[in-house]
């Protein structure tokens, strides 16, 4: 298995916290996957409704801080904390998708490996019946890896490995991920 799947990380206030907090973040229509001047291309193959929370360029250059975004650093501490590792935080993004908006196929980050996408699922209601289903896919675009969207589940994989997230199939439910972009801190020492 490819991704890494972790359920029951955040008790039900917290994942209650998240999810009101994303319901008032603003969102736009520019969430580029696979941006042709990558990390920062402004066209790619598809756009996602979303917008970036944090984002670094170097070491000590922050192009983007949103405000009021203390919760997704807590949940990134929590996170590491949980999986007994330290890591290099690039950017937090999150994505929104209506019914039956499909995510295309996209990497996020280069072929030359390192780099680890974490992503959380907050939806703190979820039925099984609405789809919005992870996958992983292989060069050639098949599914290899298929995950359930289960509330409050986080994904660890390699940033290089084409993944994508199906909308929901039911009217009037909208699918939310949260994604940390990092690179484990021991390999950058």
């Known amino acids: 298995m490819l991704a890494q799947v972790f359920d029951n990380l955040f008790d039900i206030e917290f994942m209650v916290k998240v999810e009101r907090r994303?319901?008032?973040?603003?969102?736009?229509?520019?969430?580029i996957a696979n941006?042709?001047?990558?990390?920062?291309?402004e066209s790619g193959s598809?756009?996602?409704?979303?917008?970036n929370?944090?984002?670094r360029t170097s070491l000590n250059t922050v192009v983007n801080l949103m405000d009021d975004s203390e919760i997704f650093f807590e949940m990134f501490d929590r996170i590491e904390e949980y999986l007994d590792e330290k890591y290099f935080l690039d950017r937090i993004d999150f994505n929104l998708?209506?019914?039956?908006?499909?995510?295309?196929?996209?990497?996020?980050g280069d072929e030359d490996g390192g780099e680890i996408t974490i992503m959380y699922l907050p939806n703190v209601k979820w039925e099984k019946e609405w789809g919005g289903q992870f996958q992983i896919l292989d060069k050639e675009q098949n599914v290899i890896e298929e995950h359930e969207y289960v509330p409050g589940r986080v994904f660890v994989f390699p940033g290089e490995i084409p993944h994508r997230g199906l909308g929901p199939r039911h009217p009037y439910v909208y699918r939310y991920s949260i994604v940390w972009r990092v690179r484990r801190l021991e390999d950058m020492l």
Do not use: K, R, W
């Open 22 to 31: 994303l319901q008032n973040l603003p969102v736009t229509a520019s969430n």
């Open 53 to 55: 929370i944090f984002e």
């Open 35 to 41: 941006g042709t001047a990558y990390p920062s291309g």
């Open 97 to 108: 998708q209506h019914s039956f908006c499909d995510g295309t196929s996209h990497v996020d």
């Open 46 to 51: 598809h756009c996602l409704m979303g917008e």
